[in-house]
């Protein structure tokens, strides 16, 4: 039998998470169907997607089709969570069993909120990260109470081609975004900025852009290949004396390590504020 799977909002993660699905035969393409805020983002929206993937826009007489879809991916910001319950209430049905699957990647929208919002679906909450979009990716998995072993597995399925999973207690998933999700970000800012001390040192720019992103991804390798906690290798680099040490007291002293900290923990916060906001 084959099986369909619909996708409400279809921006930059929502295709990292399809194309791969389809490009795998998991999913055939004519049998994703997505929706979209407007008609005018559907070229958008169907750039760089397999071909035979349907896209209309949210107010077209179509876009209910995406609803009998016995998976779903929820894609959009949270802040839209309201508009999207108002517009699929009247398509819902209560009375299904086992209930379709309704999988979230929105910010810090808790379990509690989606089935209050979807009730005639078992609901998951997905935090993927961006370094999936190059399959390098992580993601975060809390599940509702009712979801059974198959609807796990077929979860699983669907994030397995871009990321390495984790199933986590809800209340941890906040962190989780803070460091996973929000993380790219703190590392492009210090990419960035060692690229920019090397031009200041006297290198070129395309050099030093080289030179600081491969610098980054060889020692996330050397880590993670042997088995370093990070201040080992710290000290493995800082000889006495030496142009590293001095280096390092200087980011002490900046105060780097407090704010990556503190950073973190905002995003956290930040996370746990938006589902307040819904």
Known sequence: MEVSIGVIGFGRMAKAIISPLCERGEYKS????????????ISTALSDLPKGVKIVSSDDILSSEVWSAP?????VKPQQLGKIKESVSSFQKNDQFPKPLLISVLAGIKLKTLKNAFPGHTCIRAVPNTPSLVREGLTGLAWDDDITSDQKIAVRKIFEPISEIFELPEKQLDSFLALTSSGPAYLALVIEAMADGAVAAGLPRNLSNQLAHKTLSGTASLLREKGLHPAELKDMVASPAGTTI???????LAGLRSALIEAVVLAAQKSRQLAEEV
């Open 246 to 252: 001095s280096a390092l007291r200087h980011l002490e």
């Open 71 to 75: 998976l779903k991916l929820l894609a």
């Open 30 to 41: 004519e049998n994703v169907f997505g929706i979209v805020g407007s008609a005018s983002s």
